[in-house]
C-alpha cells in the first residue's frame, strides 16, 4: 500500500493503519477530524426541493448481525464509486466526527472508507462515552 494522504482524516488512518498511533490517541484524534457523511436527497423537481423535515437520513447499513453500520467517508471523492449503489445518497455534509457521533447519537457501528484500502471499521462500544459530552 502506497497511498498519499489528501487530508488530515487520511494522514490520522495513514498513521494508525501504519502501527504509529495507539487506539486511544487515534480515537481521541478522530474526533477533530472533518469527514463527509452520504445523506438522502429526494429527487429534486424542476429545480425545487419539497419541503421534508430538517431531519437529515444518513447512510447507513445493516451487518451480518443486523447492526446498524453509519457509513461515512474521508472527502466526497472517496464516497462517488460507493454511493452509486444507493439511489438519493449522492450528497452529504462535510463535518467533524465529533459533531456526527453527537446527531446521529449511539448504537451504531461506524465503517469509514468501506471497501478501499485505507478503511476502517469501529464496532458499537469501540468510542467511549466520555468523547461524546
Known sequence: MNQQAMNDAEALLLKA?????DSETFMQQLMDVTLFM????????????????????????????GNKVLVLFTSPEMAKVFVRDFPGYGGGLLAE????????????????????????DLEVGMLPGAVLK
Open 17 to 21: 493503519q501504519a502501527g504509529e498511533l
Open 38 to 65: 452520504p445523506i438522502y436527497e429526494k429527487h429534486q423537481i424542476g429545480g425545487l426541493q419539497p419541503a421534508t423535515g430538517d431531519k437529515a437520513i444518513p447512510l447507513t447499513l445493516d451487518d451480518d448481525s
Open 97 to 120: 466526527f465529533k459533531w456526527i457521533l453527537e446527531k446521529v447519537g449511539v448504537g451504531y457501528s461506524i465503517s469509514i472508507n468501506p471497501d478501499s484500502e485505507l478503511g476502517i
